[in-house]
Each structure stands twice: as C-alpha cells, then as structure tokens.
C-alpha cells in the first residue's frame, strides 16, 4: 500500500505525520486490498479540508473529504470514516463472489 501525504498552504509537521501514521495503523488489516492512499491536507483561514483518495485493487476509488478545525481531530474522523468505506467496500466483494 503506497501512502502520499500533501500538506496545502501550511506544512505538516512531523508530529502531525506521526500521529497520521498511527491512525492508518487502524486499517492495516486492509494493506491488500487497497493499492495507495492519496492524502491533501488543505489550511483555509479558519479550517483545514482533509481529503483522502483510496484506490482499491479491483478498480474501484473512494474519495472521502472531511472539514475540521482542528488538524488532528479532522485525522480522527477521517481514519473513521475511511475505516468504514474499506468494510462497505469489502463486503460488496466479499457478497458478490458468493
């Protein structure tokens, strides 16, 4: 699973980068499944807009944004929502080859 992380009109600091890497640690039950993750990380004035691509092997992309105020809780609700766009997506998959 290839990881891409760009930060927009701040940068990310090193702290930040860990504490995103310990959160994808949640999915790593998904690393075959998904080929990469495509993270953008954009600072408004008073918000940052987290956007996650997810390009799953069988061909199929989720993209997931999230708006927050704060950095490290729109990571938190990103992971989360992320996490529960992999079940959905494994489910389909695991129903349609029944």
């Known amino acids: 699973m290839n990881i891409d992380v760009r930060s927009v ?10 504490y995103l890497n310990t959160k994808i ?4 039950y998904a690393k075959d499944m998904i080929v990469d993750l495509l993270f953008v990380f954009t ?3 008073r918000r940052f807009r987290l956007e996650v691509t997810a390009n ?7 993209h997931i944004i999230v708006t927050s ?4 809780v729109g990571i938190d609700v990103l992971i989360d929502k992320l ?5 959905k ?3 389909k998959i695991q129903k349609k080859n029944k």
């Open 9 to 18: 009109h701040f940068d990310l600091s090193e702290q930040s980068r860990e």
């Open 25 to 28: 640690s949640r999915i790593d």
């Open 43 to 45: 600072k408004d004035a």
């Open 56 to 62: 799953f092997r069988w061909g199929k992309q989720a």
């Open 69 to 72: 105020p704060e950095l490290n």
């Open 83 to 87: 996490d529960h766009k992999i079940v």
């Open 89 to 91: 997506e494994k489910e």
